[in-house]
C-alpha cells in the first residue's frame, strides 16, 4: 500500500471516526428530542382529544346559538323587511316632496326647465314607482327571500347544527377513533414511531431508516463496521441506489428531487435538512465510494433490495398522516433529529462532488486586532513585512477607479456627453404658453407695458399668427396639413418599433437604427405636443365661430358668415385637427410612454434583490436610446405620465379663454383651474431633479400671480384701473423677471460645467453613502470590478470580451444572481440533448406547444403553432403564436415541447405548413367558382345579374405577422385573376377573386381536409412543392445552423462562467483564478491573462490583502477612494495627485494615520483648510468604530469555485453530443 493510499485510508478512518462520533452525539440528541417530541405528540394527542370534545361542545352550543340567531334573524329580517317598506314608503313621500320642491325651484329658473322637470317627475315618479314596486316586489321578496333565506338559515341552521353536531360527533368519533386508533397505531405505529420509531431508530438498524445512517444501535454498529469496510459499502451503496433508483429507492439517488419532496412537504422545514443532507451524502459518498472502489456494490444492492428502507419510509409516512397535529411535532422533533444526524454526516465527510464548491477564506492574523494607536498599528514592521502592495510596472490598465469605471461604463454604453434638455424646455414653452393663451382672452385689462413686452413674448413662444406674416385661415391650413402627415408617419414609425418578445433574434433594438430614424419620429412628436394648446384653440375658435378676440370670425364674416358654407367646411377641419391633435396626440404619448418606458430592475450589479429608486430610473433613462423617452425623461417614474397631465390641463384652460365672455367668470375659472395646477405641482413634484421642481414651482406661482392680478383689475371700476395700472404692470414685470432668473439660475445650476465651477466656488466636497461603507461590497467595486474593467478597456484586442462581460452583466441584473447560477447547474444529458435538439432542428417556424400558457392558465392559440426563438442563457424557449401572445417555455416544458414535436402526428401537420410555404409565391392549381354581381345589358335595359365565375390558376401567399426572416403568422390565400363566367350568351373574362383559409380546406389542426388534398396533391403543385421544398427547408436549417454557430463563437469569446467565478466573485484566490481563467476559457486573450498581466494580478491581489488586513483599514481606503472618485476634478486638488490618487503608491488611502499625524500631512500639502473638520471627525469615528473590537465580520469573505460535476459537465458540447442530436432529428427533418 502506497503512502498515498495510507494517507487517504486513515484520513478515511479518521473522517469515520469523526462522522460515527457525530453521527452517535447527534443520535442520542435526535433519539432524545424524538422521544420528547414523540411525549409531546401524545400528550397533544391527549390535548388534541380534550380539545376536540370541548370544540365539539363549543360546536353544540354554536349551532345552538345559531339556530337562535338564525330564528331571531328572521324575526329581525320581518322587521326589516316592515321598516324597510315603511323606510320605502317614507322615503317616496320624501321624494315626492324633494319632487314637488325641486319643481318649485325649477319653476322659478325656467319654463324650459319644466319639461325636464316632467320628465324628471315623470322618471322620478316612474322610477318612484319602480322602485317602489322594486322596493315592494324585493321587500316581498325580501320577506320571502329572509323569510326563506331565515327558514332555510333556520334549516340549515338545524342542518348543519345536525349536521355539523354529526360532523362533529363524527369527528370527535373519527378524531376520538383516529385519535385512538393514532393512539392505538402510536402505540403500534406511533409506539412504532415513538415506541417503535424508538425501536426502528434504535432496535431496526438494519430494517428501519437506512436514509438516516441506520439510526438503530445496531445501524451503528454496522455503520462503525462499514466505515472501516463498508464507509465504501455506503458510498458505493448509495452509488448503487443512484444508478439502481428507479428500481428501489430513487429517494436515495434523487433524494431532494423525487423521494423526500413527499417528506419535504409534511416538514417543509426539517425536511429540507433531510434533503440537503441526503444531497450532500449522496454526493460526498460517491466520490469517496468511486475512489475506493466497486469493491462493496452487492452489499450496497443488498441493502437497497431489502425494501426495509422502503417499508421504514412508508410507516414513517403513514404514521405523520395519522397523527395529525400531534404529529407535525413530532415530525419537528424527527426533523430536529435528522438535522443534528446531518450535521454529524455533514462535518464527517467532506463534500467533493458539487457544482459549485463555497470555502470560507482564512481571516488576516491582523483583523482581530484592536488597538488605540492607529497609525502605529500599521506602520509597525510586523504589519509591514505581511502586507505589501507590487507598484512595479503597473500601467493605467490597473490602476482605474470607480468614478472611472461608471463613466466607461456609460460611454460603453452610448451615453450621450450631452443632450438636450426636453424637460427645461417644457416648462419654459408651457409657462409662456398658458401665459400668452390667458393675455389673449383678456388683453383690454391687462397694463400695456406688461402686455407690450410680456404678451409679444408669450404669443411668440405660443407659435401665434399675429406674429406670423400670414391670415388665419391660411395658418389653420398649413397645421392642418403638418398634422395629418405628422401623424400618418408616427402611425407607421409606431408598428415597426422593437418588441424583443415578439421578434425575437432579428429584433431591431433603437440602438441598431440610425440617427435619423430616430430623430424623425421624436422630432414629429415634440412639434405636435408644442403645438398643441394653439392649434387646439384655433380649432374651437373654429368650430364655435365664438368669442371676443376670436380673429376667424371677422374671416368668416367676408366669406357668407358663422355658420355658412365656408365656415362648415373649416369647422368640418378643424373638427378632424382636434380629433388628431386634442385627443389623439395625448393618448399616443401616454401609450407610448407606458409601453416603452424603462422596466425596474430588481436586481443589482451584483445580482441581489434591491429597491428600484429613482436614481436607477435615472441612470436607466440615461441608457435609453428609445426616440420617445423625451415624454417621459425628467419624471419621477410614477409620475412618467405628467406631461399627458399638462395637455388635459392645457385643453382645460382653453375652454373658458374661448367659450366664457365674461371676463370675471373667465378669469375665474382660470384662476381655479391653475390653482389646482399649482397645488400638484407643489404635492407631486413630480421631476427627478429637484431643480426641475423648482423651476416648474415657479412657473405655476407666477403665471397664477399674473392671473390673481388680471382679476383684481377685472373687478376694478375704469377709474381705479387707470390709476393702478402702472404699479400693477410694474409688479407684473417684476415677478417675471424673478421668475425668468429663478428659472435660468436653476438651469444653470444643472449643467455639469457650471456645476463644476459653484462646486469649486463654494468647495462643497461629495461623498457616496453618507461615509457609511459597507465594506464588503466596496471591496468590490472599489478594487476588483475597476482592475477588470480597466484591463479589458486597456488594448482593442480586448473589445469583443469587454462588450460579451456587459451582456452578462446585464443578464445578471435582469435575472438575479440566483438564476444565473441556476443557469451554470449542470443539467442531465437528456436535457442537454433535447437543447440542442430544440436549437438545430426546431428554432424558427412551424412548431407546436399546446401547452397552458404559465401567467394565464389556458391555451389561447388555436393553432397551437408559433414561431420559436431560444434565449440561450439562463435557457428558456419563447412560442410566439400565429393568433396569440408569446410563451415563455423553460426546464420541462422544454423537453415535452421537443418530444411533441418529434411526435408523428406533429410532425404531419408541420409538413403540411412546409408544403404550403413551398408554394408560396407560386402560381397554382385550385379550381374555384363563386359567384359575382355584375353589370348587363345597355340603355333602359341595363340591370345587375348574378354571374357564376371559375376560377383556375391563383398566385398563393403566405402572410407572416412581421416582416422578418422568420415571423409567427401563417395566413394563407390564393388570389385570381382568370376567373371566366357567362351570362346568357356575354362571357366575363379576366375576373380576380381571392379566397382563404376556410375555402383552401385550411382548419386550425392542419390535418389533411379532401379540399387541402386537392390543392397540394394536384400534378402541377406537387411538382413545385418537390422543386421548392428543399430550399425552404435549407433556408431554415440555414436560420438555426447560423443561430447556433453565433451562440457557439460567444461562448468561445468569454463563458457563461466568466460573470460567476470570476467578475463576481471578488474573493476568488489567485491559484484558484488562474486554473479557471486556463481551463475553461477559450479565448486565448483571455486565458493567457496570468501569464500576460503577472504584474497587474501582483498589484491587485496586494491591494486586496492590504483592504483584508482589518476592517479599519478597509474603511481608511474607502473614504479616500471616495473623496477622489467624486472630487478628483476640483482645483484645490490639483497638484496632489500623488497624495490623493489610489494609482500612486504614495497615496495617503495605503498610510493609515492617526489624526494628528494626518493633519499635519494635509497641512503640508496644503489641504488641511480645504477639507472641513467635521468630515474627518466622521473619518476617525468609523475608524474607532472598527478598532476597539474585533470587527473581523465586516471583512469574512466565502470563495466560490466550479465543482466536479460542474467540470464534468462542460465535456457536454455540441461537438461530442451531435451525432446523438442528428439521429434525434434525422427521420424527421
Not at 357567362?982 to 380576380?992: A, D, H, L, P, V
Not at 501582483?1098 to 492590504?1106: C, P, S
Request: aromatic share 10%; with cysteine.
Amino acid at each position: 500500500m502506497t503512502n498515498q493510499q495510507n494517507n487517504l485510508w486513515s484520513q478515511m478512518s479518521q473522517g469515520v471516526n469523526n462522522m460515527n462520533t457525530q453521527v452517535q452525539g447527534g443520535l442520542n440528541q435526535g433519539m432524545n428530542a424524538f422521544g420528547g417530541m414523540g411525549q409531546q405528540g401524545m400528550n397533544m394527542m391527549g390535548q388534541g382529544m380534550n380539545t376536540m370534545g370541548t370544540l365539539g361542545q363549543q360546536g353544540m352550543n354554536t349551532m345552538g346559538g345559531l339556530g337562535q340567531q338564525g330564528m331571531n334573524m328572521m324575526g329581525q329580517g320581518m322587521n326589516t323587511v316592515k321598516n324597510t317598506g315603511q323606510q320605502g314608503l317614507n322615503t317616496m313621500g320624501q321624494m315626492g316632496q324633494q319632487g314637488m320642491n325641486t319643481m318649485g325651484s325649477l319653476g322659478q329658473q325656467g319654463m324650459n326647465m319644466m319639461g325636464q322637470g316632467m320628465n324628471t317627475v315623470k322618471n322620478t315618479g316612474q322610477q318612484g314607482l319602480n322602485t317602489m314596486g322594486n322596493m315592494g316586489q324585493q321587500g316581498m321578496n325580501t320577506v320571502g327571500q329572509v323569510g326563506k333565506q331565515g327558514v332555510n338559515m333556520v334549516g340549515q341552521g338545524m342542518n348543519t347544527v345536525k349536521n355539523t353536531g354529526q360532523q362533529g360527533l363524527n369527528t370527535i368519533r373519527q378524531v376520538g377513533q383516529q385519535g385512538m386508533n393514532t393512539v392505538g397505531q402510536v402505540g403500534k405505529q406511533g409506539v412504532n414511531m415513538v415506541g417503535q420509531g424508538m425501536n426502528t431508530v434504535k432496535n431496526t438498524g438494519q430494517q428501519g431508516l437506512n436514509t438516516i445512517g441506520q439510526v438503530g444501535q445496531q445501524g451503528m454498529n454496522t455503520v462503525g463496521q462499514v466505515g472501516q469496510q463498508g464507509m465504501n459499502m455506503v458510498g458505493q451503496g448509495m452509488y448503487t441506489v443512484k444508478n439502481t433508483g428507479q428500481q428501489g429507492l430513487n429517494t436515495i439517488g434523487q433524494v431532494g428531487q423525487q423521494g423526500m419532496n413527499t417528506v419535504g412537504q409534511v416538514g417543509q422545514q426539517g425536511m429540507n435538512t433531510v434533503k440537503n443532507t441526503g444531497q450532500q451524502v449522496l454526493q460526498g459518498t460517491q466520490n469517496l465510494g468511486q475512489t475506493v472502489g466497486t469493491g462493496i456494490k452487492t452489499g450496497g444492492q443488498q441493502v437497497l433490495n431489502s425494501n426495509v428502507v422502503q417499508n421504514a419510509g412508508n410507516n414513517i409516512q403513514s404514521g405523520i398522516n395519522n397523527v395529525g397535529t400531534g404529529a407535525k411535532v413530532v415530525g419537528k422533533g424527527l426533523s430536529t433529529g435528522v438535522g443534528i444526524v446531518g450535521t454529524g454526516i455533514q462535518t464527517g465527510i467532506k463534500n467533493v462532488s458539487s457544482s459549485f464548491d463555497t470555502t470560507s477564506l482564512e481571516i488576516s492574523q491582523f483583523a482581530h486586532a484592536t488597538f488605540n494607536d492607529f497609525s502605529g498599528f500599521f506602520q509597525s514592521e510586523n504589519f509591514q513585512d505581511a502586507v505589501k502592495i507590487d507598484f512595479s510596472d503597473v500601467g493605467d490598465a490597473y490602476t482605474m477607479t470607480k468614478s472611472n469605471l461608471i463613466f466607461l461604463t456609460l460611454q460603453l454604453a452610448g451615453v450621450a456627453k450631452w443632450a438636450f434638455d426636453f424637460v427645461k424646455f417644457d416648462i419654459f414653452r408651457d409657462f409662456f404658453q398658458i401665459v400668452a393663451l390667458f393675455l389673449n382672452s383678456i388683453a383690454t385689462i391687462i397694463p400695456k407695458s406688461f402686455i407690450n413686452f410680456w404678451g409679444r413674448i408669450a404669443s411668440a413662444v405660443a407659435v401665434s399668427f399675429k406674429y406670423i406674416k400670414t391670415t388665419p385661415l391660411l395658418w389653420f391650413w398649413l397645421t392642418f396639413v403638418f398634422v395629418w402627415i405628422s401623424l400618418i408617419l408616427l402611425k407607421r414609425k409606431s408598428q415597426s418599433d422593437p418588441d424583443k418578445l415578439r421578434d425575437g433574434h432579428e429584433v431591431r433594438i433603437w440602438e441598431d437604427r440610425s440617427k435619423t430614424e430616430r430623430f424623425s419620429a421624436q422630432i414629429f412628436l415634440t412639434i405636435l405636443i408644442s403645438l398643441y394648446l394653439p392649434i387646439s384653440r384655433n380649432c374651437l375658435e373654429i368650430i364655435t365661430c365664438y368669442g371676443k378676440e376670436n380673429d376667424y370670425i371677422e374671416e368668416f364674416e367676408k366669406r357668407g358668415g358663422c355658420w355658412g358654407t365656408t365656415h362648415l367646411i373649416h369647422a368640418f377641419f378643424a373638427a378632424l385637427t382636434m380629433i388628431g391633435v386634442t385627443f389623439y396626440v395625448p393618448w399616443l404619448a401616454y401609450k407610448l410612454i407606458k409601453k416603452n418606458k424603462p422596466i425596474p430592475i430588481e436586481f443589482d450589479d451584483e445580482g441581489n434583490e434591491k429597491v428600484y429608486t429613482d436614481k436607477d430610473y435615472e441612470s436607466d433613462l440615461d441608457k435609453d436610446k428609445c426616440p420617445y423617452k423625451f415624454l417621459y425623461k425628467g419624471y419621477e417614474r410614477k409620475w412618467a405620465f405628467y406631461k399627458v397631465i399638462v395637455m388635459v390641463i392645457k385643453l382645460l384652460l382653453i375652454i373658458p379663454a374661448v367659450l366664457l365672455l365674461n371676463q370675471v367668470a373667465s378669469i375665474t375659472v382660470t384662476m381655479a383651474i391653475l390653482f389646482i395646477f399649482a397645488i400638484l405641482s407643489f404635492v407631486t413634484a413630480p421631476f427627478i431633479k429637484n431643480a426641475d421642481d423648482h423651476i416648474d414651482q415657479s412657473a405655476r406661482i407666477t403665471t397664477l400671480f399674473t392671473v390673481v392680478v388680471a382679476f383684481v383689475l377685472a373687478v376694478m371700476s375704469s377709474k381705479q384701473r387707470d390709476n393702478s395700472e402702472d404699479d400693477l404692470g410694474f409688479a407684473l414685470s417684476i415677478a417675471h423677471w424673478a421668475n425668468i432668473g429663478i428659472m435660468v439660475f436653476l438651469t444653470l445650476l444643472t449643467l455639469g460645467w457650471f456645476k463644476k465651477k459653484w462646486k469649486n466656488m463654494t468647495g462643497r466636497l461629495d461623498f457616496s453613502d453618507d461615509l457609511d461603507y459597507d465594506l464588503k461590497r466596496e471591496r468590490k467595486f472599489r478594487i476588483w470590478h475597476p482592475f477588470w474593467e480597466g484591463l479589458f478597456h486597456s488594448d482593442p484586442k480586448y473589445e469583443n470580451i469587454l462588450q460579451r462581460l456587459h451582456v452578462e452583466k446585464k443578464i445578471a441584473a435582469q435575472f438575479g444572481v440566483e438564476s444565473y447560477q441556476e443557469g451554470l447547474i449542470p443539467v442531465s444529458k437528456e436535457a442537454m440533448l433535447e437543447r440542442m435538439f430544440a436549437q438545430k432542428y426546431l428554432e424558427g417556424v412551424d412548431v407546436y406547444w399546446d401547452g397552458m400558457d404559465p401567467n394565464t392558465l389556458r391555451v389561447d392559440s388555436k393553432t397551437c403553432f408559433g414561431k420559436m426563438w431560444i434565449d440561450p442563457f439562463p435557457f428558456k424557449a419563447i412560442i410566439v403564436y400565429d393568433d396569440a401572445n408569446p410563451v415563455v417555455l423553460e426546464d420541462e416544458d422544454i423537453l415535452t415541447m421537443c418530444r411533441m414535436n418529434r411526435d408523428p402526428e406533429i410532425v404531419a401537420k408541420r409538413d403540411i405548413r412546409m408544403q404550403l410555404r413551398a408554394l408560396n409565391g407560386q402560381q397554382v392549381f385550385f379550381k374555384h367558382t363563386e359567384t359575382h354581381t355584375k353589370s348587363v345589358g345597355s340603355g333602359n335595359n341595363k340591370k345587375s345579374a348574378r354571374v357564376e365565375f371559375t376560377f383556375n390558376y391563383g398566385k398563393l401567399k403566405i402572410k407572416a405577422n412581421q416582416k422578418l426572416t422568420c415571423s409567427a403568422g401563417f395566413k394563407v390565400s390564393i388570389h385570381y385573376k382568370d376567373g371566366e363566367g357567362t351570362y346568357q350568351g356575354k362571357t366575363f373574362r379576366n375576373e380576380t377573386a381571392t379566397i382563404g383559409h376556410s375555402t383552401i380546406g385550411i382548419l386550425d389542426d392542419f390535418v389533411l381536409t379532401d379540399e387541402l388534398k386537392r390543392l397540394l396533391q394536384h400534378d402541377e403543385n406537387a411538382r413545385l412543392i418537390e422543386e421548392n421544398l428543399p430550399t425552404v427547408k435549407e433556408e431554415y436549417q440555414s436560420y438555426r445552423d447560423g443561430l447556433l454557430e453565433q451562440r457557439l463563437s460567444q461562448t468561445e469569446i468569454l463563458s457563461w462562467g466568466f460573470w460567476f467565478f470570476v467578475y463576481n466573485n471578488d474573493c476568488l484566490q489567485r491559484d484558484y483564478l488562474e486554473d479557471y481563467l486556463v481551463n475553461f476559457e477559450i479565448d486565448e486573450h483571455v486565458s493567457q491573462i496570468p501569464e500576460e498581466h503577472e504584474n497587474g494580478l501582483n498589484y491587485i491581489y496586494g491591494k486586496l490583502q492590504f483592504y483584508d488586513s482589518h476592517p479599519a483599514c478597509s474603511y481608511w481606503y474607502c473614504f479616500w477612494d471616495d473623496l477622489w472618485s467624486h472630487n478628483h476634478w476640483m482645483k484645490k486638488f490639483k497638484g496632489h495627485e500623488e497624495f490623493l490618487s489610489p494609482r500612486y503608491p504614495t497615496c495617503i488611502c495605503y498610510r493609515p494615520l492617526n489624526k494628528e499625524d494626518l493633519e499635519d500631512e494635509l497641512k503640508e500639502h496644503g489641504l488641511k483648510k480645504k477639507i472641513k473638520k467635521k468630515i474627518i471627525k466622521k473619518l476617525y469615528e468609523m475608524i474607532d468604530f472598527y478598532s476597539e473590537e474585533d470587527r473581523s465580520e465586516f471583512i469574512s469573505h466565502q470563495m466560490i469555485t466550479p465543482g466536479t460535476d460542474y467540470v464534468e459537465f462542460q465535456e457536454f458540447t455540441y461537438e461530442k453530443l451531435g451525432g446523438e442530436v442528428q439521429t434525434m432529428g434525422a427521420d424527421i427533418f
